[in-house]
Structure formats: C-alpha cells, structure tokens
C-alpha cells in the first residue's frame, strides 16, 4: 500500500462519492474526507435502493415472495433462488427430485459464471481497459441465451420451485451447456494473456487494497473477499447442500489479501464452476423434476429455520421464523455484499483515490442486495 502523506496543516475537504458514479456501479454513496488525495476515512451511506425485501417477506405467502430473491442480487439471481426453496424445503421435510437437483446445480453454476464475467469486465473498464468488457459480454451473452431457453427471462430469473424446478432441461440446453463449457476453457488463457498478465493491471492490483483475513473475521466478509485473505471457507465445501459433495471440484484460496488476489480467485472459480457443471451433466439422471405432493398453500411447522449457499460474492443466509401460517413471522437475510462493502471504511485508509476505487471494483458488489 502506497505511505500516506499526512499533509502538515491536516487541512481536509469531504468528498462524495456518488449515491451515482460509475464506479460504485449502483445507487451507493461512499462519503470521504480526504486530505489531497489520499483518504482519511471512508464512511458508507445506504439506503438509496431499499426495498423493504424482509418486511415483504413478512406480509405476503411463501410463494409469492419467490420472484422477490432475484432482485437482491441481479446477478447470481438462480443462487437466491436457491437458498429461498431450500430453505422453504428444509422447513417442510420436501425432498427435491434427483434431476431437479441436478439442474440446479448446473444453471446455479452458469449464473455463478456470468456474474464473474459481469465483474471481469466492468472491473477492468474501472481501471481504464475497454476491449476486455466487449469479450466477457461475448462469453455472457451465451450463458444467457443458455438460461432464457429454460427459464424464460435473461437476468431476474425465477426458476426454481418449491419441490423442484419450474420445468426440464432439454437435449439443445445439455449440448449448449457443453459447447460452453469447451468454450470456456479454451478462452480462459486468452483472458490470463491479454488481462491478468498485463503489466497495467499488476501494477495497479499487487501489494494494493490490503483486505487481510483478521478485517474479513471482523467484519464477516465472505466469498472472494474472504479467500482472498486466505480464509478456506465456502458454503458449498463446508456446509454443504443440494448434491453439492458429489462433485469434485477446488476451492481456490490465495493468502495475499490484496487486490490482486481477489481477483484471481474469481477467475479460478470460473474454471471450478466449468468443471462442477461438467460433471453434472454427465452425472444427471432422468426423471420428474417436480415433488408430486406439493402443498398449493405452504404453511411450514412453528420454529426458527435457517438455510445458506454460496453465491457469486460469498455466503448468504436466510433466517425465518415460522408460526404456522402461510408467511413468515420474521425473515431475515444475511447477504454477502452489505459484509464485504463495510470492510472498505478500514481497508481505504491512506490510499490514494484512484487505488480506492481499484479496491471497490474487488469487492464486487451489488448495491440492491445491500440496500434490501
């Protein structure tokens, strides 16, 4: 990290930046004081978006609050999709088709990708490279063609049900989902080549936007933010769910806990994910993929229940309380994304501006699932 060079009158000036700038990709406004150009302190404002996602959750049924999980996070939409049944499912004692199971999985994955590769591009336009977006939206745009054939929309999906999914995969999707994956791996150098190894980039990521693994453990970062301190943990390697244990697949961890290795760890997760849905799909059974007895109005037995998953940009849990009745008494979210934003208050301190802002561009956030 670059010293801070406290000037000798310690004059300061605030510095807004945003609730809309390019950079915090979302309604989010960072209030700074900076004293020239390097930051003194960082503070965080939200509540630009909120939504009031718990309330709703409170006062509609379990099913309608369903299609409100993908406007948290836009972007790995399928996996709050995920955490929502299973947790409605865990509730209820509702075992999930084998094939369902599997589905999940593999559209689960190919969301987990097309985020990394939304953050791949926009992260690198932050820093000044425009060719690397127009590559990665190539990539993306596959995967969403991919997923609109069975779930029928492009970013905000809703596909998964209580008791399975909404319907089946066909042959063209298993056999796009493999031209993908061959795909992928063969463009994976390409990106290394022209991104990763780029001088530009190194200097602008390595020794900078220290996150260690004590401010991870403090704040309750999680996901790329965490690994990237070195921290092993992920939910679905640790507390597993859905057929997750059946597949072989790494966890990568880098120790440095700069910026560098955030991003790294995204990358290597793009090739873990290729490898999970690969085995999946050869893996996959016929059969139903919907519970044949599911309830048309869900009332899940009196008790506190609580249910996590992985998604793009770490853990998000969802506790709720059930009373009986056919909504929650209390819902609560715990999303990555509102954990990893507040370790950026500490970690900025002393950077220079535009180091900052390399630094928010690791963290990957997504403003809606913060300001829920």
Known sequence: MKAFAQSSNN???????????????????????????YIVEAEPVLGYAHRMHEKMGENRNWIQFLPNTARMDYLHALAYNHNYVGLVERMMGLEVPERAEYIRVVTAELNRISSHLLWFGAFILDLGGFSPLL???????????????????RLTYCYFRFGGVYNDIDENFAAGARAFVARMRE????????????????????????????????YGATGPVARGAGINFDVRKHEPY?????????????????????YMVRMDEIEQSLRIIEQALDQMPEGPVMHPKV??????????FYHAVETARGSFGIRAVSDGSNSAYRLKMRTPSYSNLIVF??????????????????????IPEIDR
């Open 11 to 37: 004059e300061t000036f605030v510095l807004n930046l945003g609730p809309q700038h390019p950079a915090t990709h979302g309604v989010l406004r960072v209030k700074l004081v900076m004293d020239g150009e």
């Open 242 to 262: 859905s057929i997750y244990p059946r597949f072989d697949f790494d966890i990568p961890v880098y120790p440095q806990g700069d910026s560098m290795a955030r």
């Open 187 to 218: 463009r994976m150098p390409m990106y290394h080549a022209l991104v990763t190894k780029n001088i530009i980039l190194m200097k602008r990521l390595t020794d900078i936007g220290f996150v260690p693994a004590e401010m991870c453990r403090k």
């Open 295 to 304: 309830p048309k109005s869900l009332k899940p037995p009196k008790g506190d």
């Open 135 to 153: 590559y990665a939206f190539d990539d993306r745009e596959m995967i969403l063609d991919l997923l609109e054939s069975v779930t029928g929309s």
């Open 345 to 366: 208050g500490e970690a900025c301190r002393g950077m220079l501006l535009p180091d900052a802002l390399a630094l928010l561009g690791s963290l990957d956030l997504v």
